[in-house]
Nanobody, 122 residues
Framework: QLHLVESGGGLVQLGGSLRLSCVASGLTANLDYYAIGWFRQAPGEGRERVSCIGSTPGSTNYADSIKGRFSMTRDNGKNTAYLQMNNLKPEDTAVYYC?????????????WGQGTQVTVAS
């Protein structure tokens, strides 16, 4: 069974950095077959897609709210995706989730991790 586990969240001060990881297991294909997305949901808010990398190299996109501050990468050999978050702001406080879908970011994401909490103190 395909399973995603996020880690790396925590409490950080304004302007600090965190690196989130998403490890996939139980894959029926190599990780490079999948698009991987990072999402977040703040209390009382809807879910926002933060970033996504498609199966095609170089196909990474970011939400305007985090452009220039967050960077997403993937290591297919380790079945892991990362989200490097720099210059964090209180509005970045949320539960962060990773998810995967076949091939492209435009497909519906159907496998999700349990989430990791990020809290940014001002």
């Amino acid at each position: 069974q395909l399973h995603l586990v996020e880690s790396g969240g925590g409490l950080v001060q304004l302007g600090g950095s965190l690196r989130l990881s998403c490890v996939a297991s139980g894959l029926t294909a190599n990780l490079d077959y999948y698009a991987i997305g990072w999402f977040r949901q703040a209390p009382g808010e809807g879910r926002e897609r933060v970033s996504c990398i498609g199966s095609t190299p170089g196909s990474t996109n970011y939400a305007d709210s985090i452009k220039g501050r967050f960077s997403m990468t993937r290591d297919n050999g380790k079945n892991t995706a990362y989200l490097q978050m720099n210059n964090l702001k209180p509005e970045d406080t949320a539960v962060y989730y990773c998810a995967i879908t076949p091939l492209i970011c435009e497909n519906d994401f159907n496998v999700w991790g349990q989430g990791t909490q990020v809290t940014v103190a001002s």
